[in-house]
């Protein structure tokens, strides 16, 4: 069994910074161990899922347009962790934040939510 554990969600107001961890546990080393990937998307009310950041198989970082320049994704493979620093916060970044990675399985984490308001 292998569960993404989020964290860091909170309410912030617009112009602050947040940093949401996610990292792989469980009972099945083996899965985790396989873990190849791991990405942030997010989802706000009355919208699609939609790609936040992730990592391209190269190592380079991938960021949705509306997030350049103010959010990093960063990773400790070693770790199975993958964390989001969310700067310059929007009402728009308003969402449910989830974690996503790849091994053996696809896996989602149980979401965190991020709201920005004043």
């Known amino acids: 069994q292998v569960q993404l554990v989020e964290s860091g969600g909170g309410l912030v107001q617009p112009g602050a910074s947040l940093r949401l961890s996610c990292v792989a546990s469980g009972s099945d080393f083996r899965a985790i161990l396989n873990i190849n990937a791991m990405n942030w998307y997010r989802q706000a009310p009355g919208k699609e899922r939609e790609l936040v950041a992730a990592?391209?198989?190269?190592?380079?970082?991938i960021y949705a347009d509306s997030v350049k320049g103010r959010f990093t994704i960063s990773r400790d493979n070693s770790k199975k962790t993958v964390w989001l620093q969310m700067n310059s916060l929007k009402p728009e970044d308003t969402a449910v934040y989830y974690c996503?990675?790849?091994?053996?399985?696809?896996?989602w984490g149980q979401g965190t939510q991020v709201t920005v308001s004043s």
């Open positions: 990592f391209s198989s190269d190592g380079q970082t």
């Open positions: 996503y990675a790849v091994g053996l399985h696809i896996y």
